[in-house]
């Protein structure tokens, strides 16, 4: 509302007066072309080219997040074994890595539910060991060593699915 003084006519309907300007193009829009966006009014055409960046997402793309994703935890997930309470500083870098691998791979094309799926397959690869460590504490009765095993491989299957989810989703945060 900074124009009140300048009479302003919509870039859309030239007989409109308005005092609103898109916040994006600076283009001046009536009421009736202001679409009220998360960070203020903005024009219908600012709007559709902010959905076309962030809804670019092609189907091949889960695919592609979900193995990458579960392949590296899995992998990963073998350190865990070896590595004990070093996973604890480990599982992070190696949360951050997976992240880094699924961005490249999908590069500009992100959604939320990108994330979602790159996190839910680094949650299931990194459970394929802690099933197995699980099944040998339970089944075999292998208390001592099996069950600490069994406590870093639920560290790092927490550790790592979180760190994916947040380091993918913290690059849309502006
Ligand atoms: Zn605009
Ligand atoms: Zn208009």
């Known amino acids: 509302?900074?124009?009140?003084l300048t009479t302003l006519y919509c870039y859309n309907h030239p007989n409109v007066e308005t005092s609103l300007r898109c916040n994006n193009c600076e283009r001046p829009i009536c009421p009736k072309c202001a679409v009220l966006t998360?960070?203020?009014?903005?024009?219908?055409?600012?709007?559709?080219?902010q959905q076309k960046?962030?809804?670019?997402?092609q189907w091949y793309d889960f695919p592609i997040a979900f193995v990458i994703a579960g392949?590296?935890?899995f992998a990963g997930s073998f350190l865990a074994g070896f590595l004990s309470f070093f996973i604890i500083f480990l599982a992070p870098i190696i949360g951050v890595a997976i992240a880094e691998s699924v961005r490249f791979a999908?590069?500009?094309?992100?959604?939320?539910?990108i994330y979602l799926t790159a996190a839910v397959g680094a949650a299931l690869g990194s459970l394929i060991l802690l099933a197995n460590s699980l099944t040998i504490v339970i089944?075999?009765?292998?208390p001592g060593a099996g069950l600490l095993g069994l406590v870093w491989r639920l560290i790092y299957a927490f550790t790592v699915t979180t760190t994916v989810y947040y380091r993918l989703r913290g690059i849309n945060i502006r």
Request: hydrophobic share 25%.
């Open 106 to 113: 999908i590069g500009r094309r992100r959604s939320p539910q």
């Open 53 to 57: 960046v962030f809804n670019t997402t």
């Open 38 to 49: 998360e960070t203020g009014y903005r024009c219908k055409e600012c709007v559709r080219g």
């Open 139 to 142: 089944v075999y009765g292998f």
């Open 1 to 4: 509302m900074t124009d009140t």
């Open 71 to 73: 392949v590296l935890s």
